[in-house]
């Protein structure tokens, strides 16, 4: 049995799979949970940034979270996404979610737009973990949000009850170095970055929250394991031939070109809601290249509707 008071490994950020009418496309994301499962993912992270939650209604977030409990059946712990920039929204959201059955974990994101300071930043999570009894991961990535989380603010949190990880995207390797050897053993840092996963955990890290993982969960979770196992080369293995993949991602705002990949592999359908829209023509160009060269997709694989 999992181990759920732990969050290390590889956890899968969930893409939200629509209708092309933008309604939540149900039975995709439920045979899109268990493929994970069943391809050996740590963790599961629904109502992320990946999953366009800020674009979901309260009811459709609840949804999505129950979804992936059902499908789950306490094979593997969930960690929920309850961020809102408004700080009674997420302590209200945040203490919902706690209230789930099978939500084993919150994941809290710095609030976005309002541009809070460092003391801002402490208060706004004091109010979430004070809510809540399961532990909360804070996720810093200063290029959604426009705040980061410094090392000095990460260690008075992390002395709070329930505030337990990290998800650090900042992708400054110096702040998670900083980060790391601050923060008390038992506070868990997870790399917010696909490519960084491997020299985030050669620090001291545990993890990564994943994008590249909706596309490749097997892959993604036995190179997490092994770099845990300190067997660099199997990690480092799996990392370079993915790299193209965990870069590529990225190559317009995500969740986008995933999940054009996702549609290529005919795991989703290519809807969104706005403000996210299809990539462009050259972007879909280089994605459906970088697929087929890592075997995603057959060579002879058409784009689908």
Request: hydrophobic share 40%; with cysteine; aromatic share 6%.
């Amino acid at each position: 049995m999992t181990d759920k008071t732990k969050i290390q490994g590889c956890g899968t950020a969930l893409v939200t799979p629509f209708h092309s009418d933008g309604a939540i496309d149900e039975p995709t994301l439920r045979s899109f949970v268990e493929w994970q499962i069943e391809s050996g993912i740590d963790f599961l992270v629904p109502c992320g940034t990946t999953g366009e939650t800020p674009t979901l209604t309260h009811e459709e977030w609840l949804r999505v979270i129950d979804i992936v409990i059902e499908v789950n059946a306490g094979r593997v712990p969930i960690c929920a996404g309850a961020t809102s920039n408004a700080t009674a929204d997420a302590v209200a959201k945040s203490k919902e979610a706690n209230g789930r059955k099978g939500v084993d974990w919150i994941l809290s994101a710095s609030p976005y737009y309002n541009k809070p300071t460092q003391e801002g930043q402490y208060q706004h999570f004091k109010a979430v973990a004070e809510v809540v009894t399961k532990p909360v991961i804070l996720y810093n990535v200063p290029g959604r949000t426009g705040v980061n989380i410094e090392p000095a603010t990460l260690v008075r949190l992390a002395a709070l009850p329930n505030i337990a990880a990290v998800k650090e995207a900042s992708g400054n390797m110096v702040q998670i170095a900083e980060v790391i050897n601050a923060v008390p053993e038992s506070f868990t840092v997870l790399s917010g970055d696909d490519a960084l996963t491997l020299p985030v955990i050669s620090l001291g890290g545990r993890g990564i929250i994943s994008v590249a993982s909706n596309e490749i969960p097997r892959e993604m979770a036995e190179m997490t394991r092994a770099a845990n196992q300190g067997d660099w080369n199997v990690a480092r293995k799996l990392h370079n031939k993915y790299l193209s993949l965990m870069q590529a991602n990225f190559l317009e705002s995500s969740p986008m070109p995933v999940k054009c990949v996702l549609s290529l592999m005919r795991k989703i359908g290519e809807n969104y809601r706005l403000p996210m829209v299809s990539v462009k023509t050259e972007t879909r160009s280089k994605l459906e290249k970088v697929a087929k060269s890592v075997g995603l997709i057959r060579p002879n694989t058409a784009v689908g509707d």
